[in-house]
């Protein structure tokens, strides 16, 4: 008995590792195809040509607490592109990131958020590159054959949360020193994560502009500190980290595809002066080949 104990566990423990060296050797084109049909059929990808998902959005400053709701709208014709996310607060009424697939622009009124400034400045790819809300746009990348010309990677399982997922590296044709990493369910190959990662340097921070020290909550208080004398100085020395995760979950049919219904975008910046935020969107509805004016994706 204790020997056919030991021969059980051997087997189990073989398994598991032949199990773990298959998805190793996992082609990227494997991958991708595996996830886009976690979406639908070829056929079904195929005839869509414009979306518009919809539904409520919460924002949460970590820092401060408390929280705003209000609307959310993403809307996509090919790799144009724009969120809106509407809160009912006179200092602060949302979010309007707009792209034609090159240019970007965020409104902010008064002035752009910590997010938005950091998508406007640095954040540029996550946004021109069909990133920012996952599949529910068809901007997405993985959409495209030739992957909008950028240098894709896959690099096996690795475990995130203590959960293993899928991991795809992702570095837009446009050269960025943003990290940016995609992650996969491990079964299924629905598109559940994203990692963009971003580290300045001291000597960049006096590189930012003037007008960057006086919106937005992130690098710029420190430029502006700058021309205050010595104390502002040292503070300009710290190193600056921004992280933003993009959690996808829930996942729902609409139309005959698959698409979440939770999406969180989560922007973390740590250095001299910390912002932690956190926008939910709970999706009600995704609307294929809904009629879109083209004008409402240009950059002005």
Do not use: C
Not at 80 to 97: Q, S, T
Not at 134 to 158: E, F, H
């Amino acid at each position: 008995m204790r020997f056919l104990r030991v021969a059980i566990a051997l087997m189990v423990i073989m398994g598991s590792a032949m199990a773990a060296a298959a998805d190793q050797q996992l082609t990227l084109q494997q991958v991708i195809a595996k996830h886009l049909a976690s979406i639908g059929t070829p056929e079904a990808l195929a005839k869509v040509q414009t979306r518009v998902a919809e539904g409520r959005s919460k924002f949460e400053n970590v820092n401060a607490g408390g929280y705003i709701e209000g609307k959310a709208t993403v809307a996509s014709l090919a790799a144009n592109n724009r969120l809106v996310m509407k809160f009912p607060k006179p200092d602060y009424p949302g979010e309007d990131m707009i792209t034609d697939g090159n240019k970007v622009q965020v409104f902010g009124r008064p002035q752009r958020s910590a997010l938005g400034f950091f998508i406007y400045n640095q954040g540029t790819p996550l946004l021109t590159e069909g990133l920012l809300e996952g599949t529910l746009s068809t901007a997405w990348p993985l959409l495209d054959p030739k992957l909008r010309s950028a240098k894709v990677t896959y690099n096996g399982l690795k475990t995130i949360d203590g959960q293993q997922l899928h991991e795809v590296r992702y570095e837009p044709k446009k050269r960025t020193d943003i990290e940016i990493r995609l992650y996969f369910s491990k079964d299924d190959f629905r598109h559940v994560l994203t990692i963009a990662n971003l580290t300045v340097s001291p000597r960049l921070v006096s590189n930012v502009s003037p007008d960057a020290a006086l919106q937005g909550g992130t690098i710029g208080p420190l430029t502006a500190a700058m021309s205050s004398g010595p104390e502002a100085a040292n503070a300009a020395q710290s190193v600056i980290r921004y992280r933003i995760e993009e959690r996808f979950s829930d996942f729902a049919q609409f139309d005959g595809m698959t698409f979440p219904t939770t999406f969180q975008i989560r922007y973390d910046l740590e250095g001299q002066r910390q912002a932690h935020q956190r926008y939910t969107t709970t999706i009600k509805d995704v609307i294929n080949n809904v009629s879109l004016d083209p004008h409402s994706f240009e950059i002005k």
